[in-house]
């Protein structure tokens, strides 16, 4: 089985500062992981994703993330956040999809970026 | 190129009704999936369509959810005898899923949703 845990619904960010959203994962099969941005009422957009090829992923908008296998973590993380960054934030794991390739997400984490 | 596209975009219905989405996917994905976005219940997985195969049915929540995939391409998400709780955004998603590992082969890409509500 597979679930995705995010830690915190909502985090809050000064314009330049750090973004640290939290991600842990448990999966039975080796994971495919994912993170996806939503802008209000808008569709899901792929960030980033990790498929075991190198372990620090780098997605669009300045994001990145690392999966570390021995903290079943893939926290995602900005170097400075900047004010169209608000959004929310999903995480998700997968396995291939000969392994039936349905997405199980987080529950999301709401960033807002302050001025 | 062109991406997931659904319709409606919105959908406003009467308890008991029942109501059809769309999804197209991108051309030459074999594979789509149906999500459903509530505030209850954050993301959850609905079905799953990989080519000719058999569709994973597992995320249905009841009988009165049932989708189907047309010559491999477009798909209907019907929802029969709506309720109050089936209120949510419906997401469809396509992935290529090339058993020749081409680059980019398990990623979903989403469409834009239908917004469902249930009066």
């Known amino acids: 089985a597979q679930s995705v845990t995010q830690l915190g619904s909502h985090v809050s960010v000064s314009e330049g500062a750090l973004v640290l959203l939290r991600c842990n994962y448990s999966?039975?099969?080796?994971?495919?992981l994912f993170w996806y941005v939503q802008y209000p009422n808008q569709g899901l957009q792929l960030l980033l994703k990790y498929t075991s090829a190198a372990t620090l992923v780098k997605g669009i908008n300045g994001f990145e993330a690392e999966f570390k296998k021995s903290e079943t973590s893939f926290h995602l993380t900005k170097p400075s956040a900047h004010m169209s960054d608000a959004a929310e934030y999903f995480c998700a794991v997968s396995g291939r999809y000969n392994q039936g390739g349905k997405l199980i997400f987080g529950q999301g984490t709401e960033l807002s970026v302050k001025p | 190129g062109a991406g997931v596209s659904q319709s409606p975009s919105n959908k406003v219905t009467e308890k008991g009704k029942d109501v059809e989405l769309r999804c197209d996917p991108i051309s030459g994905h074999t594979a789509l999936y149906w999500y459903r976005q509530s505030l209850g219940q954050g993301l959850e997985f609905l079905i799953y369509?990989?080519?000719?195969?058999?569709?994973?049915k597992s995320g249905l929540p009841s009988d009165r959810f049932s989708a189907e995939r047309t010559g491999g391409s477009v798909s209907t998400l019907t929802i029969q005898r709506t309720q109050q709780e089936d209120s949510a955004v419906y997401l469809c998603?396509?992935?290529?899923?090339?058993?020749?590992?081409?680059?980019?082969?398990?990623?979903?890409?989403f469409g834009p949703g239908t917004r469902l509500t249930v009066l």
């Open positions: 998603a396509s992935s290529l899923q090339d058993s020749l590992l081409k680059p980019d082969t398990d990623t979903q890409y």
């Open positions: 999966s039975s099969v080796p994971p495919y």
């Open positions: 369509f990989q080519g000719n195969s058999a569709p994973d």
